[in-house]
């Protein structure tokens, strides 16, 4: 079965319905993989594989009985170790929760499953989900396939590695501040920030077991080997549930553009003076929107409805509280002290605008939550003449590993000059913070080698259209590429 592990879901899913493979014999072959493969890389820290091997040998009979589980019938897959999975140790990477075992699913991972999919492992993060990098306590750091001695990204590192090294057939992932965008981007995968909302977070660590709202920004969404696996996913998980699901339905709009390059107006956004991007990545980001051009789109370089500073600045306002909203009282008090205690100043560091950030009162974010509103009426005009936005995702490509030191000590270098650390969280979160999707597609390869991505960036609930152009760019450009040695 050569090179099974590099195919798409969309390919695996279409062999499995076909006969060509069982369920039991795809996931014996990633199960292989893992064994034999995964130690250098550490994508897969948790299995489930005996109870895999039942549910798989259980799908190949349902198949035979002429019986369809769904899209996803004896699919092997894994899961971000952020979301609850029943059986199955769910950590989040924290020394406190190595021996949480949720009794039911996250709500995402229930419709993988109701849509036939076997989920045999879990695949690492950072603490909490909480980094650029993927490490923690518990079960140590993952390296890039393309690179060892570089992060394959955070959170959704573990899952993006996973599919680069062709461990696992599918994945899902979360994303906050680019958790599924970073990781795709870093690892040359493909990765679906969907529209806020459209898919249930109701399991996800953080915030802690059996919380039962959804944290404003973050998301659940598909990551895979194609952009068809987007769409897959996108079919599978999104919809409403709880009480809203008694109602309310959801019906995405098909992509603005068919299946034709021809006329999409695609408007590009690659350079900004408040988090600068490389050469190598610009190369890359260039090569794409030119790729889109030469195939009859309307490509144009726009200054966006709002500038990227603000954009930061929003996300930090909206989801600093939450991310620190775990803190003791003492610390938060601390904390509380620091930025009641210090004048307001044009200009002030940015620990300073953190501080204020996460011991915001609640009519500060109400104030915050209108910028937003209104940034998005902005944003909706905007693309009133535009299908999509194309952003970076990153300022460079996959860096080496930095987890020794403290967040903001860290540096990353972009062509030669030392820029913080949480650059990257820049264009990730300006646009996570409008609530917008964005798929994620691989564009090009570094002069090294290493992967790069770009954020396609559409309107309100248009999910299939960014899906639709990451498609386009997957077939002009030639999309996943395996790491070597693989």
Known sequence: MADLHFLPATELTRMLAAGEVSSV?????????????????????????????????EADAARARGESWGKLHGLPMTVKDAFETEGVVTTSGAPELAGHVPERDADAVARLKDAGAIVFGKTNLPLYAGDLQTYNEV?????NPYAP???????????????????????????????????????????????????PVRGHIPGPPGTLSAADVNVAGPMGRSAGDLAL??????????????????ELPPPRIGGAVAGLRVATWFEDPHVPIDRDSRVALDGAAAALAE??????AVEPPARLEELVDLWGRLVLPLLMSGLDEDTFAGFAAAADGTPVTEGEDDTMRRLRAITARHREWLTANEHRQRLRARFAAFFADHDVLLAPVMPTAAFPHDTERDMLARTVMVDGVERPYLDGVGWNGAIGALLLPVAVPPVGRTPGGLPVGVQVIAPHLHDRTAVSVAAHLEHLLGGFVPPPGF
């Open 149 to 199: 001695d570089c992060g394959a990204g955070g959170s959704s590192g573990g899952s993006a590695a996973a599919l680069a090294a062709g461990m696992t057939g599918f994945e899902l992932g979360s994303d906050i501040g680019g958790s599924i965008r970073n990781p795709s981007h870093f690892c040359g995968v493909f990765g679906l920030k969907p529209t806020w909302g459209i898919i």
């Open 139 to 143: 079960y140590g750091r993952t390296n």
């Open 25 to 57: 014999e795809l996931l014996d072959h990633f199960l292989d993989r893992v064994a034999r493969l995964d130690g250098p890389v550490n994508s897969v820290v948790a299995l489930d594989a005996e109870r895999a091997r039942e549910r798989a040998a």
């Open 233 to 250: 996913g996108l079919d599978v998980l999104a919809g409403p549930s709880g009480p809203d699901a008694v109602a309310w339905r959801l």
């Open 295 to 300: 195939a009859g789109a309307t490509v144009t």
